[in-house]
């Protein structure tokens, strides 16, 4: 079983703590994924500390104030570390107003670099969307052909059809078990095989039955048993459809 999307530089407990609980769950593998520069060398030490870790190095779009060719030259020179699988998160985040958000400008500048960046190292491109669905599918469009791409926590079930078709991994997060996100869980029904995921997305997003807790890389498996229960098969069996997914798309 796999986490295909995690931040355990803002878990409370360490890193050490976080994996070995993980692993004692059943997560074999993991995906913790930066926002900046720090938190990219954070998520590469994590990984070069534990063989159950990889990395995805990217400017996380509410962070993409300024983006310049300077943060680009450090995220080329970050994606290059033989641990780092994946690009972003990346995307738009119209959520939050600039200030304290960034700058529409910078977002769309900084989405477009890492779009490229992907495509130069031949890395899936891991996407961010908040208050943005239509911007962030024509950009991807019009300028991620060719590029993996994994829709994180999904939050779009009424475009579904249009990611499906465009080639997109969907990776559903722990709110897809939440009683007011029945359009997320029957579009989880229906996601095929080959493109699904399941992530944490921690320490956000704490699945249903454990909700009084921050999120951990270990809850996943909370996510993954109401995938399992939507979709009419066994725990294990989905737990090595999605493990089979993320070797693919990841190549860990």
């Not at 995906?31 to 190095?57: I, M």
């Not at 399992?228 to 069996?237: I, K, P």
């Amino acid at each position: 079983m796999i986490d295909s999307h995690t931040h355990l530089h803002l878990c409370e407990q360490p890193d050490s703590e976080l994996v070995a609980e993980a692993v004692a769950a059943g997560v074999g593998k993991m995906l913790t994924v930066g926002t900046d520069g720090a938190s990219c060398r954070q998520a590469l030490a994590a990984a070069e500390a534990f063989p159950q870790v990889h990395a995805a190095v990217g400017r996380h779009p509410t962070q993409a104030r300024g983006f310049d060719d300077a943060d680009l030259a450090e995220l080329r020179a970050l994606a290059a570390h033989e641990r780092c699988v994946a690009i972003g998160e990346s995307g738009l985040d119209f959520h939050h107003p600039s200030p304290p958000s960034a700058p529409a400008d910078d977002q769309r500048r900084a989405f477009a670099a890492q779009i490229e960046l992907a495509r130069a190292t031949a890395k899936p491109l891991v996407i961010h969307c908040r208050a943005a669905e239509n911007e962030v599918l024509a950009q991807l469009a019009s300028e991620a052909e060719g590029v993996s791409v994994v829709m994180h926590c999904f939050s779009m079930p009424d475009r579904l059809r249009e990611c499906l078709d465009a080639g997109y991994a969907i990776s559903f997060a722990g709110n897809v078990t939440y009683r007011s996100a029945a359009d997320l869980a029957d579009a989880a029904r229906r996601v095929p095989q080959e493109s699904l995921l399941v992530e944490t997305d921690a320490p956000y997003l704490t699945p249903q039955p454990v909700r009084k807790h921050r999120n951990r890389p270990a809850f996943v498996m909370h996510t993954l048993a109401f995938v399992a229960q939507l979709r009419g098969v066994s725990v294990d069996e989905l737990g090595d459809l999605v493990q089979c997914n993320a070797e693919r798309i990841f190549g860990w």
